[in-house]
């Protein structure tokens, strides 16, 4: 399936002390990383899958609903009537139509690309049009759960995975460590507290993603239809570090 990430760099900015400076290409893959380390951890793979499987849907501009917004002339009743838009492509239609003029449409191909209150022409007559009223949206549980358990988590989580890499780059002629004229390096024991709070914070809001889950999985049927080499979801959020 397609990969998709549960949050955006602009998340990660937003609701942490990183800079807005920072490069997307200096941090997007710790997301991922996090993502499918700690996330498909907790949420187990099938439920990370799907919540990915929603994200694409809803950034997908899928039409739900529309209306007649010009009967024109000229048409007859048909199925899978074509229809022309400046932005989405794909939609096709049910007409129905009486003395040329189209009395009702109905969705037969959903197609992609298209945002509410686009206009989209109909083929098979003169002047018809649709207005596309609704375009798909994730469902409100999987939406509650990714935005208020599953972000804050995953923000954190990414934090705690970006932070021991952030003050070096790895190029062509080795591993280098950044240095500013008019600021000061940290030590690693610095670092590393940083690391250890971003890690109670996504430790927080992960236990908060297990309460709720445990209360509410028959609103996720994903979360318990894990199977062979997928990731089980684990209910321990204790950390207890190494032991040397």
């Known amino acids: 399936?397609?990969?998709?990430?549960?949050?955006?760099?602009?998340?990660?900015?937003?609701?942490?002390?990183?800079?807005?400076?920072?490069?997307?290409?200096?941090?997007?893959?710790f997301v991922k990383i996090a993502q499918d380390i700690h996330i498909q951890n907790f949420l187990g793979t099938?439920?990370?899958?799907?919540l990915q499987a929603e994200i694409i849907l809803a950034t997908s501009g899928?039409?739900?609903?529309?209306?007649v917004s010009n009967q024109g002339t000229g048409y007859t009743t048909g199925t899978a009537v074509n229809t022309t838009s400046a932005t989405g492509t794909g939609l096709k239609l049910n007409i129905t139509a009486s003395g040329g003029l189209i009395?009702?449409?109905?969705?037969?191909?959903?197609g992609t690309g298209y945002k509410v209150g686009n206009t989209a022409t109909v083929s098979g007559g003169t002047n018809g049009a649709v207005t596309i009223a609704s375009i798909y949206?994730?469902?409100t549980d999987y939406n509650n759960l990714l935005v208020t358990y599953v972000k804050p988590m995953l923000i954190h989580w990414a934090m705690v995975e970006y932070l021991p890499f952030a003050a070096y780059t790895i190029a062509n002629k080795?591993?280098?460590k950044h240095n500013s004229e008019n600021a000061t390096n940290v030590e690693k024991v610095e670092i590393d507290f940083l690391i250890e709070k971003e890690r109670s914070i996504a430790q927080h809001y992960t236990e908060r993603f297990i309460e709720h889950i445990s209360f509410n999985?028959?609103?996720?049927?994903?979360?318990?239809?894990?199977?062979?080499?997928d990731m089980y979801p684990d209910t321990n959020n204790n950390y207890q570090g190494w032991y040397l």
């Open 1 to 29: 399936m397609a990969e998709a990430l549960l949050i955006t760099r602009q998340d990660v900015v937003k609701f942490t002390a990183m800079n807005g400076n920072v490069d997307t290409d200096s941090f997007i893959q």
């Open 46 to 50: 099938d439920l990370l899958q799907k």
């Open 62 to 67: 899928i039409p739900t609903a529309i209306t």
């Open 103 to 110: 009395t009702n449409a109905t969705i037969n191909t959903a």
């Open 137 to 139: 949206t994730i469902p």
């Open 174 to 176: 080795g591993v280098y």
């Open 217 to 229: 999985n028959d609103k996720f049927p994903e979360y318990n239809s894990n199977s062979n080499g």
